[in-house]
């Protein structure tokens, strides 16, 4: 369902494309299934080169607060360098926002904010309870029936 609805968010015009260069903006790059889905769905309606910029540093812990992200070892930058990444989604260049850029962009008191997804400082400290059970109850592809 989620596949199938990316395609059909994500309909490329060849017209537009066709011999051009490229460069998506995203705010965050998560697993990087949907990344790699739309940079081939570029480079097959003919676009030359692909590159990518993402506002935001590169997500690396799960948040416990609310947001549904995936566990750990589902998030491709906590074991990925961006080099990696790069290769991962075939684009031809991809860098992120800095850490430092991201809160100096707020222009507010940069000690306001969490921002544990990017650096691993949760602000409430985990209990490891909670750090267990989150996504106990996702499907993994080995409960997934046959
Ligand atoms: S910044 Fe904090 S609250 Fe927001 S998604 Fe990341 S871990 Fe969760």
Known sequence: MREAGIRMKLNPLKDVLKDKRI??????????TT?????????????????????SP?????CFYGIDTDNQDQLI???KSVAEIQEQLG?????????????????????????????GNYPIAIPERVKRSKLILEKT????PA
């Open 91 to 119: 684009v031809d260049s991809l860098a992120y926002l800095s850490w430092e850029g991201m809160l100096l962009a707020t222009q507010e008191d940069t000690n306001t904010f969490c921002s544990a997804c990017f650096t």
């Open 141 to 144: 592809p080995a409960s997934t």
């Open 77 to 79: 930058a906590a074991t």
């Open 58 to 62: 590169p997500v690396t812990h799960p």
């Open 23 to 32: 460069l998506i903006v995203d705010d965050s790059i998560v697993r990087g």
């Open 35 to 55: 990344s790699r889905k739309l940079v081939k769905a570029l480079r097959d309606a003919g676009a030359a080169e692909v590159h990518m910029r993402i506002s």
